[in-house]
């Protein structure tokens, strides 16, 4: 009795620990630099200023905050639309061949990400594979322009991140009851009512999951707008980016990231709001 | 009475696995009747089959007179209530039993009165808002068998309703759905592997065995006049001597039952066959020890192997003088209160002529 009270604390302060180490610290450091004025150079700030944090009310990041928002939001539409039908066909494939499309969805993850952008370059681009696919069936005339553009950053965020959104959702619609399709149907349903009565209520909790998981990364993902994207694909991760890394001005960059992770906070409160309920269903 | 669903010569095999062969039988208007028989033999399958959830390979199944080849589950008149209820847990119980409303395009508002009628005629009115799993599984229950009624249907099916509760709660149980179906003069097909469950709740009792109807008739018919060894044993515990015909009487026959030669009826549909099956119940036998004895009566001399005490009940397995071992059991009542056996004691066997079943052995 009293050990496992032990290891519980134990545990508790552990994890406590490794919070705060990794993510309270590291927020406070940042929201530091971000007051400072010399350049973030000093862990606590010589001259202080509220210079860096007035500069992101300029209407120029709201439409930058805007950019990165659609993007996100058209990466977790696309997820949720092309995610759901390929969970819930896993879910009715012959459980011998589930592992083997289960590894085939994970096995892209084992290289770097970006190495698998610049493929997706190779595959877009004007001299591309797909271009010259089309233009020697005689599809098209002239190359299309897949690249460097809103829609290949689109692409290239769905293609990272799709994942995320299909695996808690298969995880959820493995475990729905077969009976429960039998009894829908025995009480008249049809196919689409059964699908919007019967699977969609029950995987809301998981799409919620997926809708988390694929728009915040997608909200701070700054090497495939960069590298896909064109002259007016300007997100903030990539505004944090080219703050630190190539204007050398860190406190900016800290400013920023401080709005990044105080919108991303009020997006996971407005998620846990909107489940609160369920929550306590599940237990 | 009139047929309310007929099924003929149904045959089905999934994947060459298991097949339900030539299944021919009719199912009454009004009637409780079972589908028993051990797991695998094909109860449930037919459910599914009456139920629309597969397809026959061959024959026909009418409800109401009408074929319902190629029919689907969501288009027949009947509705099941499965066997662990398949409630959703992510809708409230109105929600639930206002299910197929709600398919049919009727507002939840207009629903709600037509929910709250059917909810308190299963004695669940006021229940509306909880949710399934607040529930227990006799509430959950009643709200399965709401959910299957909401759609009027002509017959419901219920796939071993009470598998999911425990003991105490499915003698309550039986009786309630008992009452619920004369109370509603509806048709009720239920499946169960619960021989018990099957004698105290049906009208008619459809016994299978791999595949194939055994027999079809009252839990009394079934009981008192099984056609077969494997009913008799199925339905009760069952005494069974197998044995070979001494001498053929003009009304009995004479066989040897456990060494001693005694006189049983003849079975009804045979002749005079070589072999037959003598059944005795346990509850048939009488046993007497060596000073009770009359001269009038015919006994089958045993050892007491066993005794054991079960309350309103004594139980005895008894050697008989060739080795066979019976089972007797015998009650307290007036003339017998005492009831007392001990191991190894020397006992007499008698039961009520002409209560034994013979059956000629094929």
Redesign the interface.
Known sequence: MTNRCLFKRLMILSTSTWFLIMVVLPFVFMFLMSLSLDGGNTLWPKEWTLVHLTELFDPLYARIAWQSLFFSMMTTGVCLLIGYPAALALTQIPSRWKPLCLSLLMIPFWSSSLVRIYALMTLLKAKGIINSLLMHVGVVHLPLPLLYNNAAVIIGQVYTLIPFMILPLYALLEKH?R??V?????????EW?IFW??FW??S?PAVGNGILCVFLPAMTLFYIPTLLGGRGSLVLGSVISEQILTQDDWSGGAATSVLLTLFLLVLIGLYQWCFRDREG?NV | MKSMIQCRDLAWSPKGLFSLQATDFDIYSGEFLTLLGPSGCGKTSLLRLIGGFVQPDQGDILINGRCMNGVDASDRPVNMVFQNYALFPFMTVAENVGFALRCQGISSKEARPRVSALLAKVGLAGYEDCSPNELSGGQQQRVAIARALINEPSVLLLDEPMSALDYQLRQTLRRELKALQKTLGLTFVMVTHDQEEALSMSDRIVLMREGKIVQIDTPRGLYESPKSVYAAQFIGEANVFSTIVEEVHEDALSVKLGGTLSRVRKPANSDTPSCVHVIIRPEDFQAWSDDELDESTHYLPGCVESVTYKGSTVELQVRLDNGHLVRVMEFFDETDDTLEYKQGEKTYLSWHAGWEVVLADD
Not at chain 1, 182 to 190: M, N, Q, T, V
């Open positions: 009851d009976c429960w039998e009894a829908a149907r025995d009480l008249g349903a049809s009512q009565r019967v209520p029950y809301l269903e």
